[in-house]
């Protein structure tokens, strides 16, 4: 069995000779923080992930890749996926767990997820084993898509969006699994796919 998330970033923090606290500190986090995902108590945010690999010489993909005993890629666990999106400059954390963020001077509240209706639903289409995904939304600069983010068996794939671009992502369709978006007068919404 491969080794965990957590075994693999103790196992290239002691190659590299750096306590947790040293390697927190060059990355921008608390040595707990890494105590905590060296124990396989949460995973990194997203928006620490290219430094942590900077810091561990190890590609991202990598990084996180990891198997079970039966070959089958690891799920994410929705349930314990929150998104915070700062109110001053729209930036976007995710974080895993009861994990708590800031942006701009401010602690930022994490948002809750809505069932989208109908007629709020992407639109999904299949092509060459891929999901694409399109949307009739307008995206102004005063209402748009500002990401799109998918959550399946392989793990998550996150599509940033930009005001007054046609929403257009093509991600490789590997599962089943849940497509979240958000704009700021919808807020957070989620589909299943």
Same mark, same amino acid.
């Given at each position: 069995?491969?080794?965990?998330?957590?075994q693999k970033?103790?196992?290239l923090?002691l190659e590299?000779?750096l306590t947790q606290k040293r390697?927190?500190?060059i990355?921008?986090v608390?040595g707990?923080?890494?105590?905590?995902w060296?124990?396989?108590?949460?995973?990194p945010?997203v928006?620490?992930l290219?430094?942590?690999?900077?810091a561990?010489g190890a590609? %991202?993909?990598?990084l996180?890749?990891?198997?079970? @005993?039966?070959?089958?890629?690891?799920? +994410?666990?929705? #349930?314990k996926?929150r998104?915070f999106?700062?109110p001053e400059?729209?930036?976007l %954390?995710?974080a895993?767990?009861?994990?708590n963020? @800031?942006?701009?001077?401010?602690?930022? +509240?994490a948002? #809750?997820p809505?069932?989208?209706?109908e007629d709020k639903?992407l639109e999904?289409?299949?092509s060459?084993?891929?999901?694409?995904?399109s @949307?009739?939304?307008?995206m102004t600069?005063?209402?748009?898509?500002?990401?799109?983010?998918f959550?399946?068996?392989?793990g998550l794939?996150?599509y940033?969006?930009?005001?007054?671009?046609?929403? @257009?992502?093509?991600i490789?369709?590997?599962?089943?699994?849940t497509l979240?978006?958000?704009?700021e007068?919808q807020?957070?919404?989620?589909?299943?796919v």
């Open positions: 069995m491969e080794p965990t998330t957590g970033i103790r196992e923090r590299k000779g390697l927190g500190e990355i921008g608390d707990r923080t890494v105590s905590k060296e124990n396989d108590g949460g995973l945010d928006g620490i290219p430094a942590l690999s900077l561990l590609d %991202t993909g990598a996180l890749a990891r198997a079970n @005993s039966d070959k089958t890629p690891a799920t +994410v666990n929705v #349930s996926l998104f999106v700062c400059c729209k930036g %954390t995710l895993f767990g009861r994990s963020a @800031s942006c701009c001077g401010r602690r930022l +509240v948002i #809750s809505k069932k989208a209706e639903k999904v289409a299949v060459d084993g891929d999901l694409l995904i @949307s009739n939304h307008p600069k005063e209402d748009y898509i500002a990401f799109v983010a959550l399946g068996r392989n794939c996150l940033p969006q930009y005001p007054e671009w046609e929403l @257009s992502v093509r490789p369709l590997f599962s089943h699994g979240m978006f958000y704009s007068k807020g957070l919404l989620y589909q299943y």
